[in-house]
Nanobody, 120 residues
Framework: QVHVVEPGGGLVQPGGSLRLSCVAS????????MGWYRQAPGQQRELVARIPTGGFTDYADSVKGRFTISRDDAKNAVYLQMNSLKPEDTAVYYCNAVIKAWYRDVDDYWGQGTQVTVSS
């Protein structure tokens, strides 16, 4: 089994910063990519940022210059540093990992989601 856990999130004022973290664990053979998605009420889930293994980072236009994604492959972890937060960044943030587990095909694994609220 593979588990993706993402503690963190919370309430922050506009212009503030927040750092999300996510760790994948279990019967992992390889991790092909890790990233963050978000879903605001009444909207579809959207990509925030993503790092393929050995590839280039990809950001949503709305967060470029404000958010930074990074990985620690030794810990199977991915982080999202969010600066200059805006009320429109309010959403449930989901960690995603594209993983080949032992004796299984490559698949998407999702965290449970963490609420980020930007409000004064």
């Amino acid at each position: 089994q593979v588990h993706v856990v993402e503690p963190g999130g919370g309430l922050v004022q506009p212009g503030g910063s927040l750092r999300l973290s996510c760790v994948a664990s279990g019967s992992i053979f390889t991790i092909n990519a890790m990233g963050w998605y978000r879903q605001a009420p009444g909207q579809q889930r959207e990509l925030v940022a993503r790092i393929p293994t050995g590839g280039f980072t990809d950001y949503a236009d709305s967060v470029k210059g404000r958010f930074t994604i990074s990985r620690d492959d030794a810990k199977n972890a991915v982080y999202l540093q969010m600066n200059s937060l805006k009320p429109e960044d309010t959403a449930v943030y989901y960690c995603n990992a594209v993983i080949k587990a032992w004796y299984r095909d490559v698949d998407d694994y999702w965290g449970q989601g963490t609420q980020v609220t930007v409000s004064s």
